[in-house]
């Protein structure tokens, strides 16, 4: 059976590009990048092109990069080296309802230590309005989390008002910026962002390795002890294939882009009109245009979303109720509660997510599969 893979949220299979460019990194040039030798600084080399092309991706400084083993890393970096940091000045941090997991378990895990935690609320179709940030600021806050475009339901955020605001405070900003990175285009200044967190295996690169952006002069305090690389601010040896595959990975993103935006915001587009249009009791999720290009996400009156997702692996589909980390708990999505949803409802939820290798006879495949799947289930 032709496997067919919608949940590109989840990850992206790497593309072959990325695996050529890595490969010699395992071999001939295997080096530890802070050995003296020849070995090293070849390695060396090759981490600090890396880290320059992706510093030229998102308008930034070279030296205001940070690679690290993922985003997940990189936001609990953020968030407690921050809150640390900066707990002389003030102990309150304002973050959004809809964060991913590696944000607000950081979060939870300062508000037991006595930082004072206000959590901003999204309206129905998942935007935070940055005027409840702005009400919520005071004296003691230190730092602003908001991300730039949901996991679930791909709704992007005005980060760029969030950032003025920020900065009109002097208050620090960190942005996770998983779900936008290689798929629209991304630009520190633009958004205002001090700290901004990515993640390779989410832009067809490879698993285990991100980046943290720190803007010049912010203060980063490492996470990870034990060693001085990354300038003192990540110990352990440095992933230089890692680096090497995320670094072509952006650039075939920057290459492809505004074709793939093109292309997936069509599919999308499809799949919405058509999954509203041939099955009852459907409520589509998110923001009709504040929406990565790629996302489409529903709930079904009266069908269990994992049931569905069984039903559709069966007939060779991959697809999601949500976040991973939320698909398999008992608990409903945190995100789908924030915009409003009954339990019934978020427990009822398909998120497809489309990318690179997604063809329109998959898309076809997939519409034709859906209406009898829910329907067999609704009995
Ligand atoms: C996937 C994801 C993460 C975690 O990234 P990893 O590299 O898998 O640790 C963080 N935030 C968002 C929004 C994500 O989608």
């Given at each position: 059976?032709h496997?067919?893979y ?8 790497a ?6 460019a890595?490969?010699?990194y ?5 080096g ?5 030798h020849?070995f ?12 320059e092309?992706?510093a030229?991706f ?9 690679f690290?083993s ?24 304002i ?10 378990e ?8 006595g930082f004072?935690?206000?959590?901003i609320n999204?309206d129905?179709?998942?935007l935070?309005d940055?005027?409840?940030?702005k009400?919520?600021?005071?004296n ?13 339901i ?9 950032g003025?605001i920020a900065k009109e405070r002097k208050?620090?900003?960190?942005v996770d910026?998983?779900q936008?990175?290689g798929h629209?285009p ?5 958004i205002?962002?001090?700290?901004l ?5 989410k ?9 943290l952006?720190?803007?010049?002069g ?6 990870l002890?034990g060693?001085?690389?990354?300038k003192?601010?990540r110990?352990?040896?440095?992933n230089v ?9 952006i ?5 492809k882009?505004s074709?793939e ?5 069509k599919?999308?587009?499809k799949i919405i ?6 099955i009852?009791g459907?409520?589509?999720n ?6 990565l ?6 709930s ?5 979303g994992?049931?569905l997702?069984?039903?559709l692996?069966?007939?060779?589909i991959?697809?999601s109720?949500?976040?991973?980390c939320?698909s398999g708990?008992m608990?409903p999505?945190?995100?789908l509660?924030?915009?409003g949803?009954?339990?019934?409802l978020a ?7 489309i ?6 006879e998959?898309?076809d495949?997939?519409?034709e599969q ?6 067999r289930?609704?009995i």
């Amino acid at each position: 059976m032709h496997r067919i893979y919608l949940d590109y949220a989840a990850t992206t299979p790497a593309d072959p590009e990325v695996i050529k460019a890595m490969e010699s990194y395992f071999f001939e040039k295997f080096g530890n990048a802070t050995s003296p030798h020849t070995f090293g600084r070849e390695a060396s080399k090759a981490l600090e092109n890396a880290r320059e092309t992706l510093a030229h991706f998102l308008g930034a400084k070279s030296e205001e990069i940070i690679f690290t083993s993922g985003a997940t890393e990189s936001n609990n970096q953020a968030i407690i080296g921050l809150a640390y940091h900066l707990k002389g000045k003030g102990n309150h941090i304002i973050v959004s309802k809809i964060e991913h997991h590696s944000v607000l378990e950081p979060i939870e895990f300062l508000a037991k230590q006595g930082f004072k935690i206000t959590y901003i609320n999204v309206d129905k179709t998942g935007l935070v309005d940055p005027h409840d940030i702005k009400k919520a600021i005071i004296n003691q806050t230190i730092l602003i989390s908001v991300m730039y475009a949901n996991n679930e339901i791909g709704a992007i955020q005005p980060v760029a008002e969030i950032g003025k605001i920020a900065k009109e405070r002097k208050i620090l900003f960190h942005v996770d910026a998983v779900q936008m990175t290689g798929h629209l285009p991304v630009n520190v200044n633009e958004i205002g962002a001090d700290v901004l967190s990515l993640s390779a295996h989410k832009f067809y690169g490879p698993k285990g390795v991100g980046a943290l952006y720190v803007r010049k002069g912010t203060p980063v305090d490492s996470y990870l002890m034990g060693g001085d690389q990354e300038k003192g601010r990540r110990a352990s040896t440095q992933n230089v294939a890692g680096a090497v595959g995320l670094a072509q990975a952006i650039e075939l993103c920057r290459e492809k882009m505004s074709q793939e935006i093109e292309v997936q915001t069509k599919l999308r587009n499809k799949i919405i009109n058509e999954v509203t249009k041939r099955i009852d009791g459907v409520t589509f999720n998110g923001h009709p245009t504040k929406r990565l290009p790629n996302n489409a996400h529903f709930s079904f009156d009266k069908v269990q979303g994992e049931t569905l997702l069984t039903s559709l692996d069966m007939m060779g589909i991959a697809a999601s109720m949500g976040s991973a980390c939320t698909s398999g708990a008992m608990e409903p999505s945190h995100v789908l509660r924030a915009i409003g949803l009954s339990d019934d409802l978020a427990f009822g939820s398909l998120r497809i997510t489309i990318g690179r290798w997604t063809t329109s006879e998959e898309v076809d495949y997939f519409l034709e599969q859906l209406p009898g799947i829910v329907k067999r289930l609704r009995i």
